[in-house]
């Protein structure tokens, strides 16, 4: 149950259907790509990138100074709002910034 409700708490949010979609489009994005291209503030998007990844969206792999997230759906509710979002018509930005590893 617990699994549940932090999976539908995490997905409800319109900033961080923006931010999946982001990454359904794009693929794994560092951190200042999000931020430049979503226009967010960064500790703004770590919260959310938090959010998303303690509700088993999202994983991180770390690079030097960098942090890379991407999507890993835990279950195949998680594949069910993933495909709904990717279906949902919003305009996200191309990646502005492409970070150096």
């Known amino acids: 149950m617990e699994n549940f409700l932090r999976c539908i708490g995490a997905a409800n949010d319109e900033t961080?259907?923006?931010i999946l979609k982001f990454l359904i489009l794009h693929g794994k994005s560092c951190v200042c790509e999000l931020e430049s291209s979503l226009g967010m503030i960064q500790s703004r998007l770590?919260?959310?990138l938090?959010?998303?990844k303690e509700g088993?969206?999202?994983d991180v792999e770390r690079t030097g100074s960098y942090a890379y997230y991407f999507l890993a759906p835990?279950?195949?509710?998680h594949n069910t709002i993933l495909e709904e979002i990717n279906n949902i018509d919003i305009y996200i930005n191309e990646k502005s910034v492409v970070c150096a590893s």
């Open 50 to 52: 938090k959010i998303l």
């Open 56 to 58: 088993g969206f999202l």
């Open 46 to 48: 770590s919260r959310h």
């Open 16 to 18: 961080r259907i923006k």
């Open 74 to 77: 835990r279950s195949e509710l």
